[in-house]
Structure formats: structure tokens, C-alpha cells
């Protein structure tokens, strides 16, 4: 079968985009997603996202690694589908949505997509390092010369050895100004170094106010694909009406045969 799909990245997180609201799509091939996935011999990728229907709201995220597994939540992503349904012409300036995490709801202003994320009622601390859940696991650790940090070899040892099959996105994070952080993120699933991560980004602000690198609810995140800024709220809750804003652009439309 021939499949229409769309390439949109996010501060450098690329996505296969595939609108499959009639279902036709074989999701449950691993093979094929890693293939189409595959920078060499598909059409190249950090992830796989198929928009399909929902009962009650916009439309449904579903999101798949590179490696063809199922993936949870994913903010650049997210922003990136909120993008592709304007572009369908499914939402116009506010869309609700569901992921593998839940509701989640999205501004769109002059191209820059205002997402939602889930609150974060708890961070784990541990020795040197954060834990915690952005809607996918991530650890935070601060690093000194994070240019020449050797994130995938580091990453790689943290991500098996520490959180063990099933893994943890690894984030590796620098103190740039008052408010300004650089990061570099390990991804499990993709299973390399991404050149923008949003949960991980959102993880990244979190923790640094957690640990009271900075007292400001807004901060500006530098990832190597771009900038993105967090907004929230912590109150007795935890952290709370967290905003992930950011670009989410269309790259290109095409075919393949499967």
C-alpha cells in the first residue's frame, strides 16, 4: 500500500507524521516503523506519530520510538501533532488532544505551540542526579563543559546500568545564566543522543528549581536543535500548569510504498 506522510521537527526532534484517523495503518509492525524510521534505508526519523480519532476530544497522539516499539509521552512531538492538525484543518488556535499520558491541551500563536503538560506532584533525589516523570522518565544531571560532555557513551552506561531494561531518558545539563540552562539528551528507544527532547526539557527546569539552581517560574532551555522556554506553577501540589513553548514547522510531504 502507498502511505502519505509528513516530516515536521521540533527544535530539531524530527518526526514521521501520519494521519490515520480511517486506521489503515499497520501500527502493530515494529519492523516497518523501525524501517521508516531508519536515516539510511526509510524515511529517517526520531519517531513514528499516527493522529488518529478520539471519542471526545481533537484527535489522539500515538506515539512509536525508532526503534518501532511504543513510546510515552513525547513534547516536541506533541507540538509537533498540534502543528499537523492545524495544518489538516482538524483544530485552529487551541487543541485538546490524548497521548499515552492523558489530556493534554495546546495554544497555536504565530507559529510557536503552547503545550500543556501533566503536573509533577514528586522529584526524586539522588545522589548527584534528579528523577522524575514528565509523562516519560527522565534523569537530570549537571555536568561541567556539556559542548565536549560525551553524552551517548555517558548516557548509554546511566540508561542501562542505573534504570535497567526498561530505561530512563538521560539529561546531562549545564548552568548558562540566572535563568538560562543547556542540555543534552540521551533517548531511550531512539537510543542516541536527540537534538531536542521536550519532556526531557521539561524535566531539565523542573529539577533545576527543585534544586535551587534558580527562583524563577519561567526559564529558557538551550538544546542543540534550538530554544525552548518553560512556564509553571509549584505550589503544594508539586509543579503544576506546566507550558512547554516552542516551533513545530513541516518539513516535507511524501510517499512510500509498504
Known sequence: MTVTFYKYQGTGNDFIMIDNRIGEFPKADKKLISFLCDRRFGIGADGLILLEEDNSLDFKMVYYNSDGNPGSMCGNGG???VAFAQFLGIVDKNAE???ADG???ATIDDGIISLHMQ???????KPNCLFLNTGSPHHVQMVSNLDTYNVVEEGAKLRYGIYGEGGSNINFVEQTSDNDFSVRTYERGVENETLSCGTGVTAVALGMHYWGKTNSEKLNILT?????SIRFNKDSEGYTNIRLD???KQVFKGTIEI
Open 97 to 99: 488532544f490524548n497521548a
Open 79 to 81: 507540538r509537533c501533532i
Open 103 to 105: 489530556l493534554h491541551r
Open 119 to 125: 503536573n509533577v506532584p514528586e522529584i526524586m533525589a
Open 246 to 248: 516552542g516551533p513545530a
Open 224 to 228: 542543540k536543535g534550538g530554544d525552548l
